[in-house]
């Protein structure tokens, strides 16, 4: 596809993102997201909600709010005109066909870009997809937008949100917080990429602040084009269990002595875990998604074959004991009595 300039658009085009529409605003990335955009003062955000759903009391101040049937495609498709960019957030709880709904609302509608439900590791990593247990629902994710020939979709590879990895017990980055106990995957030191919604939130609006497209031939300068139909990598640290575990006792005043450390071979647990999830146990597919980005292959670690876009958007460089006080605080604190299916133990 030939590059696109400015210069030759329409009369009337504006070189930039203006009207932003979220699903999930009330969410943990979705309010990250909402407040970054709207502290940029580019951009009107407006939170796709569900008729009834929460309280606009529960959104971000400043956001405009349009209530939707997701059974009537006339309303989602009213509610989206006008939109340039949608952004997609939903729980794992969503019914599955909400996803495909959005996408062809916003071709409906003719909203030029969709950031697909995608948060995660490196989606161009088929292997990685195919054993990872997500990467199914990210390539249908992103066929169906596709499908729809309208919108172009920007996925953003962030790998797995820092806080609530650490937080959310044994079955996913290993630790459980409260009983001080850790499993190491192997020896503990596989390195992979990690971000927590803060940089989630930053990079978003980051990148809807860029030009949509160059100029002309001669402007080089960062432009949300760059990503049309493909991944932006963001990430927060490259770290190991072992990383997180030296900050959680920096942060927790503890060393090894007060905290019980066991390994386990990942591909054993890796095995263990689709083996729970056929019996239908839903910790059995947490732990195989999560173990799976640790096998010493390095698969979790994105930055070391793409790089990360954190420089050309300008993202700062993040204090880790900072991110592993939050999650401590999630972990030992009323966070997960919030959460309807809670820890993954």
């Known amino acids: 596809m030939s590059v696109q300039y400015a210069k030759d658009q329409p009369k009337g085009f504006t070189n930039s993102i203006e009207r932003v529409a ?25 939170a796709i909600t569900r008729s009834g759903s929460k309280n606009p009391s529960d959104l971000p101040k400043g956001l405009k709010v349009a209530e939707v049937d997701y ?5 989602l498709v009213a509610a989206l005109k006008g939109q340039q960019f949608l952004v997609i957030t939903m729980s794992v709880m969503a019914p599955p066909d909400t996803h495909e709904k959005l996408v062809v609302a916003a071709a409906k509608a003719g909203v030029p870009y969709v950031m697909p439900n ?12 195919s054993e990872g247990m997500h990467g199914t629902s990210v390539k249908a994710h992103i066929g169906s937008i596709e499908k729809q020939g309208v919108s172009a979709w920007v996925a953003m590879c962030c790998s797995f949100w820092y806080e609530w990895s650490v937080s959310a017990g044994s079955s996913a980055y290993g630790f459980d917080i ?4 850790v499993t190491f995957y192997d020896e503990g030191t596989e390195k992979i990429n990690t971000s927590t919604w803060e940089q989630c939130g930053r990079a978003l609006a980051a990148l809807l602040s860029l030009k949509e497209l160059p100029e002309d ?3 080089k300068s960062p432009t949300l084009s760059q990503w049309k139909n493909k991944p932006f990598y ?13 900050s959680l006792h920096r942060v927790l005043g503890t060393t090894d002595a007060d905290w019980k450390i066991s390994y386990e071979n990942s591909g054993e647990r890796y095995k263990g875990g689709i083996e729970a999830m056929q019996k239908g146990d839903r910790s059995g597919f947490v732990k195989a998604m999560y173990v799976r980005a640790f096998f010493p292959t390095g698969d979790g670690n994105f930055e070391a074959k793409h790089g990360t876009a954190n420089g050309v958007l300008g993202l700062p460089k993040e204090d880790l004991d900072e991110a592993t006080k939050r999650a401590a605080e999630m972990a030992t604190g009323d966070f997960w009595s919030k959460i309807s299916y809670g820890p993954a133990k």
Do not use: M, W
């Not at 995608?118 to 997809?129: H, P, R, S, V």
């Not at 409260?178 to 106990?181: G, L």
């Not at 640290?237 to 575990?245: G, K």
């Open 22 to 46: 979220i699903v999930g605003a009330t969410g943990n990335v979705g309010k990250h997201f909402a407040e970054s955009l709207l502290k940029t003062g580019k951009h009107t955000v407006t």
């Open 71 to 75: 059974n009537d495609e006339s309303s």
């Open 118 to 129: 995608a948060y995660g590791g490196d989606i161009t990593n088929e292997k990685l997809n």
């Open 178 to 181: 409260k009983e001080k106990t």
């Open 217 to 219: 031939e001669s402007d």
């Open 234 to 246: 963001v990430s927060s640290f490259l770290v190991s269990q072992r990383d997180i575990l030296d």
